[in-house]
């Protein structure tokens, strides 16, 4: 299934949908982890005014360095374990909204497409072989760093909350297996990361058992899974994010997040 939420005229807080194919949503009741309960209700995708983030997470984790080919491109050595950082959930926008460059540390803002987890049920000390029972689906990330403040603060936290830099969605699909699909970054058309989930050091399983002995994994939590190569700071010269530029997350069985970029 991919499972949508969105707004219209006659849907003004938003409303969860089953996407039937590029040009209508069949709306259901009740939340992303009810049954699905189709009411009758079709909407054109051409009326949706604006796309939410399929999921209000309790928590966004993040996982940092866990694609072989970008830890060599930063020149930094592979963790031994997953290395966990966290976003506010402040931070998080939907398909089509904004990435805001923030005034105060506009110049070095990096793209960083993710697979990204959604957890379904509360997970706590499970074992890997049973880890992706607890997940609910998985849906397109954007895990978008202000690279400066990220290098002087000493620790990420900062540098990967600013208001609008956690893009997410704009579908949840469930039944999908994580372990070998191709994410991509387009920027302005261009290709700029391109590869498969099979290149991450610790696979989605690994990480929802490794965080589960550590956090309770609450329904809704979002666990971004780290990046490809092929991202901006490790470019020579360096291409950060400017006014005017489109970012498209597409990752294979999910689809496209598409977000502009503006200057705060």
């Known amino acids: 299934m991919k499972l949508i939420r969105f707004v219209t005229n006659e849907h003004p807080t ?17 939340s992303l982890f009810d049954p699905v309960e189709i009411t009758g209700e079709t909407v054109p995708v051409k009326t949706i005014t604006r796309y939410l983030p399929p999921v209000d997470p309790p928590n966004i984790l993040a996982i940092g360095r866990n ?11 592979l963790p031994k374990a997953p290395l966990l950082f966290l976003k506010a959930t402040t931070s998080l926008i939907g398909h089509g909204l904004p990435i805001v460059l923030p005034a105060a540390a506009p110049s070095s803002v990096d793209y960083e497409a993710e697979l990204v987890a959604v957890i379904g049920k509360e997970a706590k000390n499970v074992s890997i072989e049973q880890a992706l029972d607890y997940v609910f689906g998985y849906t397109c990330g954007h895990d978008v760093s202000a690279r400066d403040c990220q290098a002087g603060d000493g620790q ?16 949840v699909v469930t039944g999908l297996s994580p372990d070998n699909l191709r994410v991509r970054m387009r920027l302005n058309g261009e290709t700029v990361q391109d590869q498969s989930t099979a290149d991450m ?7 929802v058992s490794y965080l589960s002995h550590s956090i309770t994994l609450l329904p809704g939590t979002i666990l971004y899974t780290g990046t490809p190569s092929g991202v901006g700071m490790a470019r020579k010269p360096p291409q950060f994010l400017k006014p005017g530029d489109v970012c ?17």
Not at 14 to 30: E, F, P
Not at 67 to 77: G, P, Q
Not at 248 to 264: H, Q, R, S, T
């Open 156 to 171: 990420w936290a900062r540098a990967k909350s600013f208001d609008t830099f956690s893009p997410l969605g704009p579908v």
């Open 67 to 77: 694609y072989r080919a970008h830890a060599e491109e930063t020149c930094d050595a």
């Open 14 to 30: 938003g409303v969860y949908g089953l996407l039937q194919d590029t040009d209508s949503v069949a709306v259901i009741k009740g």
């Open 201 to 207: 050091v610790f696979d989605v399983a690994c990480l």
């Open 248 to 264: 498209e997350v597409e990752i294979e069985g999910i689809g496209i997040l598409c977000n502009p970029v503006v200057a705060e």
